[in-house]
Structure formats: C-alpha cells, structure tokens
C-alpha cells in the first residue's frame, strides 16, 4: 500500500490496535537473506537447520522486526516518523503460516515539541502466542 | 563474584570497548531489494522521483535498513559479511547461534547516496540456562553516524549456545 492516507496526532487514542498480517514464504526468506546479507543456512536450507536442533528453516528474527517496522510504517504515514522500536525474539516462527503483526496504543505524549505514540508491538503465530513482543515509539503530525 | 560456565575475566574486560569504524553503503539498488523482502509496495522506496517530491534527497531507507557493510573478502565475515576484528573477539567455543533481539532508534533520516561510518561496543554479557543448554547473551550496541552526525542506533542481542 502507498501512505497516502495520513494518520494524525489527534486521532490517536490509547488502545488503538495496528495490525498487518502475512505468510512469510520461503522466496521472502531468500529475498530477505539477500537484501539484509545475513546468509545464515538455518533460513533456507532444511538440512542445515535441523542439525542445529531447530525444527526446520526459521523467519529470519531481523526480518520480524522490519515487518513490525512496516506495519509501523504504513501507519505513521509520510508525515509521521518511527523514532524507536525493539523486539525480543522469544519465540521462533516458520514460513508458510500467518504471522499476524499487531501494535495497541499505550500513551500518548508531547516532548521536544513532537507529538509522541507509546505503542506495545508483537508478531503473533495461528496460535496467538506473541513470538516477538517490544515496545515502539512514532512520531505524528498534528491537524492543527 | 559469580561463577560463569562460559564467561571469562578476559571476555568480560571487552565489555564497554568502542571498536574502529567500518564503513557502510546506502544505494538505490539495496534500498529496492530490502524493501521487495519486506514486501513493500510504497513507491517511495522504489521510485527516486517520487522520493523527492515527496522531499527526500533520494530512496530513503525503508525502517530496520542501515546500509550495506563494504564486503572484503579478506575480514568480512562470510555468512553475515560483519567485518572481523572490529570488537574483542569473544572466544567462548560455542558454534550455534541466534538472533535474541533488536531495537533501533532513528535520530534522521537515511537515503540512497549516504556513506555511514559505525562503531560496536559490546554492552553487556550475560549467562543463562535455557532448552538450549547454557546460553550467552551478548548485547551489543553500535552507532550510525553521517558526515559524523549520529542518525541511527542499533542494540543487538545475540545468543550463541
């Protein structure tokens, strides 16, 4: 999607839920590898993997946090800004299956003369259990 | 004093010590793959005439990429082109590991066309036992600067087991 449509301070209120769901392929894990340059085999190749003790290739955990970063993203809009977010990669997740990113507005503040969101982040698996919990802060313009 | 499986009085003194600077990368060509694996469709990160009349200099970067470590094939590493020798090395003989977390912060923003040098510091070390047998956890904190103004932050957490 473009960010045409621009999200504003004031329209904000705590608990307001983002969300941007997906199924990571392994060609997105691939393409991933190339445009982060981690080459790490447990991301594509199976056999690799499973001698490590994992259960099979796993989504890269950098590549968890840039999709957080592009639900954040297309939220904040051109005018907005991500300032800070981080993630703990608690819990693996494979390609093939939903990845649900989720946010909820936790505070809202003015500080520096910027209009400040607080929002938790997590990616979720089909069973709901959060496999990479953090914190975000964005920055939003103002309708006045 | 704690007693460590893994950490040593020689790993520990590397904590808190800034590396040499290496120099990374920001082109038009790496912004577009980064973003198609991020499964962006916003032409800002694809179109530079759009990216400028949008007000940027050129493709600015899509979030989570600061630029492309300049491979060298003689101290990059060859799995994760990190450079080698940049930060104490820690030699605690475990061969498995992964990636325990990541958080950026941004001060500005980034395009297509900018050179950044960064500098590592380990910032702490940590021991823990988990599924996976006794884990390292290293936080690791590096610093992004332009024309020697800071633009980013990355703290990573690395768990090697």
């Known amino acids: ?144 | 004093m704690a007693e460590y499986e893994i950490i040593t009085p020689e790993m520990e003194a590397a904590v808190g010590i800034e590396s040499e600077p290496w120099t990374l990368e920001v082109d038009r060509l790496q912004i577009r793959l980064f973003a198609r694996a991020v499964g962006y469709t916003d032409p800002l990160f694809y179109d530079e005439e759009f990216a400028k009349s949008r007000g940027y200099r050129s493709l600015p970067c899509p979030p989570h990429y600061l630029g492309t470590l300049v491979f060298d094939p003689a101290t990059s590493d060859p799995t994760f082109g990190s450079p080698r020798g940049r930060r104490p090395r820690l030699n605690h003989g475990l061969k498995r590991v992964l990636n325990g977390g990541t958080e950026i912060e941004m001060f500005d923003t980034i395009c297509a066309g900018d050179t950044l040098t960064a500098t590592s510091k380990i910032a702490s070390l940590v021991e823990r036992k988990g599924s996976l047998g006794t884990m390292l956890i290293t936080t690791t904190e590096t610093t992004y600067r332009r024309d020697g103004t800071m633009v980013a932050i990355s703290r990573g957490t690395g768990i090697n087991y």
């Open chain 1, 1 to 144: 999607m473009t960010t045409e449509t621009q999200t504003f301070f004031e329209d904000v209120a705590v608990g307001q839920e983002i969300e941007l769901k997906l199924v990571p392929t392994t060609q997105q894990l691939v393409q991933w590898a190339a445009g982060s340059g981690d080459f790490y085999q447990i991301h594509y190749d199976v056999e690799f993997a499973k001698s490590t003790g994992l259960p099979g290739v796993i989504i890269h955990g950098a590549l968890k946090h840039a999709l957080l970063g592009r639900m954040l993203h297309e939220w904040v809009g051109y005018g907005g800004k991500i300032k800070k977010w981080g993630v703990s990669y608690r819990g693996m997740d494979v390609p093939g299956q939903e990845l649900a990113c989720k946010g909820v507005v936790t505070e809202k503040r003015q500080e520096g003369g910027e209009n400040l969101v607080d929002l938790e982040i997590w990616t979720a698996n089909p069973e709901g259990q959060k496999t990479t919990p953090g914190t975000a802060t964005v920055a939003l313009p103002s309708r006045s």
